[in-house]
């Protein structure tokens, strides 16, 4: 496959994408409420938030496609409406289906390429890239989800851009598309772009996001790096793996430790380090197998953030 051949180089500006109270009313909604952040270049930043929390109407207000009621969404310092060259400033990928079902792939990526002033050999790069070339000839209502996907990202690269948005890219994707686009935002942010992903698969972006933006009900609930988020997640917490948990748990509440059961033969210690309630374990006899500070995933992490902040939650035991 060939390697990306990139023409840009990090920009001087601090931040590529930036929000400033951007809003959005639709009706009686507040879509997005005077949302303010900033996307870097030279990393990958997750785009967080529950169903119904803003992140596709905050991307579709990014590229122009929506006006905001107050505040303003800008690239490079200006909006998307202002660029010379769109496609060689911003690549998107926001609905996997957008190409003609009756056109070819490399024939639908040849149409944007003509329509943007863009080289026509940039066409089989960008279907190199993404593993297309073997059905360039195909039909794109022929392609599957993942291969549609696929040719999405191609669009979005064409114009080689320093600033890309994928909203929910592995969608459709199997178990080695989802490890390649991995390895794709990551070596699309060494490479000095911004990069802004919206996803639901918390485990993804947990290997390649390197700051993280979440939103609920279209407010901005946190911006922070993903390293920082599980450090404040994880606390002080210690995981003790005992069979004689109950004795455990005594001894560790006695000592003044909060201690939660979790899994079987299994707790959670807070208030004590590893160190000590290692040494009260063994100054009572009490058996054990593992005790190790807790390190929080970001899907425990987000989570907790969103808790209040779900619009469609189903009841306890899925009751309506």
Request: overall charge negative; some cysteine.
């Amino acid at each position: 496959m060939a390697a990306c051949r990139s023409f840009i180089t990090i920009r001087s500006l601090a931040n590529v994408i930036e929000l400033a109270g951007l809003t959005k009313v639709f009706g009686r909604t507040r879509a997005v409420d005077d949302l303010t952040c900033s996307v870097e270049p030279g990393m990958v930043t997750g785009f967080l938030g529950p169903n119904g929390a803003g992140k596709t109407t905050t991307m579709r207000l990014i590229l122009g496609l929506d006006h905001p009621t107050a505040g303003t969404a800008t690239i490079d310092g200006r909006a998307y409406r202002e660029l010379t060259d769109p496609l060689r400033t911003v690549g998107a990928l926001l609905d996997a289906r957008q190409a003609h079902p009756n056109r070819s792939a490399r024939n639908h990526l040849r149409w944007i390429a003509a329509t943007n002033r863009i080289r026509v050999e940039r066409v089989d790069e960008v279907l190199d890239m993404v593993g297309l070339t073997s059905v360039a000839g195909k039909n794109a209502g022929t392609l599957s989800l993942g291969m549609s996907q696929r040719l999405g990202i191609a669009a979005a690269l064409l114009g080689d851009p320093p600033v890309l948005l994928f909203d929910e890219p592995v969608n459709g994707l199997d178990p080695e598309g989802i490890r390649w686009i991995r390895g794709l935002l990551r070596s699309l942010a060494a490479e000095g772009r911004a990069v802004l992903v919206s996803s639901h698969l918390m485990g993804e972006l947990e290997d390649s996001a390197d700051h993280l933006v979440v939103i609920g009900r279209g407010r901005l609930i946190v911006d922070t790096s993903v390293r920082d988020l599980l450090a404040a997640a994880s606390g002080d917490r210690v995981v003790l793996r005992t069979s004689k948990r109950s004795e455990a748990m005594t001894v560790l509440a006695n000592a003044g430790a909060t201690v939660a059961a979790t899994e079987r033969e299994q707790a959670t210690v807070s208030g004590l380090p590893a160190e000590r309630v290692v040494a009260l374990l063994s100054e009572h006899g009490v058996p054990f197998s593992e005790v190790a500070a807790h390190r929080a995933s970001l899907e425990e992490a987000y989570m907790e953030l969103t808790r209040d902040a779900v619009e469609f939650a189903a009841s306890p035991g899925g009751e309506a």
